[in-house]
């Protein structure tokens, strides 16, 4: 089952401009990452924010992590051409033992040149 | 390796037919998870290792699935009588750590069973 679950499905605005992508999920987690994936390719790690953590940043990209919403949302400042691409949450979750990442069905970013 | 590996490709199988596809995980990385990623949707879990253990096969649709890693790095995502919604891609990954470090990804087998 995917547990995280992205929001907008699809986002189009123009260069110089901020992305804005939303993730919400369902049970308790011990941390959660983003990740990019261009068209036909694996997926690439963006950025962890635990779960004792609110805000983290890296470059252009700032996460937030509301844990008693359980919600996340990932802000790309001064956007790029290079930045299409889709978009993905991963919770992860505790399954038995272990802590599994689950994702969503993405965001979809469109920048514009 | 400087990354993960997977092979093959691309693999094109008959409806029946059993493929094997392939995966070879950072040197050193303990943890490996396998997904399916059916066309427009996210990755969807099948199978988590910690070493050559299997800890986690929640997410393996049917009996039909299989995988095994049995020295602890490289590891065989096995279908068995491949059926028509099998046609994804195949995503492995690795992870230094379990639980809570990123994942580095292979670039995927894309299967399409006809």
């Known amino acids: 089952s995917q547990q995280g679950e992205e929001d907008p499905q699809a986002l189009s605005i123009q260069e110089g401009e901020n992305a804005t992508m939303n993730c919400s999920y369902k049970?308790?987690?011990?941390?959660l990452q983003w990740y990019r994936q261009n068209s036909g390719r694996g997926l690439v790690h963006l950025i962890l924010?635990?779960?004792?953590?609110r805000e983290k940043h890296s470059g252009r990209l700032r996460v937030t992590l509301d844990t008693s919403k359980k919600s996340s949302s990932l802000l790309i400042t001064a956007s790029r051409a290079a930045d299409t691409a889709s978009y993905f949450c991963?919770?992860?979750?505790?399954?038995?033992?272990?802590?599994?990442?689950?994702f969503g069905r993405g965001t979809s970013l469109i920048v514009h040149p | 390796g400087a990354g993960v590996s997977q092979s093959p490709r691309y693999k094109v199988a008959k409806r029946g037919q059993d493929v094997a596809l392939r995966c070879d995980p950072i040197?050193?990385?303990?943890?490996l998870f396998w997904y399916q990623q059916a066309l427009g949707q996210g990755p969807e879990f099948l199978t988590y290792?910690?070493?050559?253990?299997?800890?986690?096969k929640s997410g393996l649709p049917s009996d039909r699935f299989f995988a095994e890693r049995p020295e602890g790095s490289v590891s065989t995502l096995k279908i068995q009588r491949t059926q028509q919604e099998d046609s994804a891609v195949y995503l492995c990954?690795?992870?230094?750590?379990?639980?809570?470090?990123?994942?580095?990804f292979g670039s995927g087998t894309q299967l399409s069973v006809l």
């Open positions: 990954a690795s992870s230094l750590e379990s639980g809570d470090e990123k994942l580095f």
């Open positions: 049970t308790s987690i011990n941390n």
């Open positions: 924010i635990r779960s004792n953590e």
């Open positions: 991963a919770p992860f979750e505790r399954s038995g033992g272990s802590y599994i990442p689950t």
């Open positions: 040197s050193g990385h303990v943890s």
């Open positions: 290792f910690q070493n050559e253990a299997q800890l986690d």
